[in-house]
């Protein structure tokens, strides 16, 4: 093979392993959001959809592995090629446990739909709305090579926390004022700190999209975001 057709064919592969991870993308945050459907619809049916498709992603996520893997065993790319890759094995990985953590909320909705029905928590939607946006743009910055845009999200992750912090308060009340609630208040609690890992997933690959672009980590470095 001559250098230029091997130039071509590693870019070939690049463009192949970049669209796979794209198709990987719209499977997390669809798994995301038919999860948060089942939750606020209390919908088994969606719940258990969720569930299913899990093997998928995690299949997906083996499948990227071994494509990076083999380019860098072949090809010893170098410079923005090399943190492409490396950076897609990271983002697969972020990805493959935003599935699991949709699973999560998913199973927590079976035993939701098992207790009496829990007044409406605003929070639990709000940080729903955050945390699939936050996963969204970073994908979208990540497609688009923006790193302020990628900063952005990340500044984001405050809120989604004081959300949290905010619903557990809330639960506890409840708990104690009735304990019969209990059982489904952990649920719900379980779901919340679901949606914040899926927060901080999404701030995981709004910094890789800044590694990617600029070449450097912003993680641990909160005074970079402000950038």
């Known amino acids: 093979m001559s250098p230029t057709s091997g130039a071509r064919h590693f870019h070939a592969e690049l463009a192949k392993l970049r669209s796979r991870l794209l198709d990987m993308s719209a499977l997390a945050e669809e798994l995301v959001r038919l999860s948060i459907e089942a939750l606020l619809e209390r919908d088994v049916a969606k719940a258990d959809a969720v569930i299913l498709a899990d093997h998928e992603i995690d299949a997906m996520e083996v499948e990227m592995d071994e494509s990076c893997v083999l380019l860098l065993a072949l090809q010893q790319p170098m410079a923005r090629d090399l ?18 953590h949709a699973v999560n909320i998913a199973q ?15 929070a639990i939607e709000e940080m729903a709305r955050l945390a699939r946006a936050m996963l969204s743009d970073a994908l979208d910055f990540f497609v688009r090579g923006d790193a302020h845009g990628a900063r952005e999200v990340c500044r984001r992750d405050d809120k989604v926390d004081s959300l ?9 009340t409840y708990m104690i004022e009735d304990p019969r609630r209990i059982s489904a208040a ?3 609690f379980l779901v919340s700190k679901n949606l914040e890992r899926i927060a901080d997933l999404a701030t995981n690959i ?22």
Not at 86 to 98: A, C, F, G, P
Not at 108 to 122: G, S, T
Not at 164 to 172: C, I, K, Q, Y
Not at 206 to 224: Q, T
């Open 83 to 100: 943190r492409l890759i490396t950076m897609t094995l990271t983002i697969s990985n972020d990805l493959e446990r935003v599935g699991d």
């Open 186 to 188: 952990m649920s719900l």
């Open 108 to 122: 927590a909705v079976r035993h939701l739909a098992e207790q009496p029905q829990f007044a409406p928590l605003p």
């Open 164 to 172: 949290h912090d905010s619903l557990f308060r809330t639960l506890l």
């Open 206 to 227: 709004a910094e890789d999209v800044v590694f990617l672009v600029e070449g450097r980590s912003i993680k641990h470095r909160a005074e970079e975001l402000s950038q």
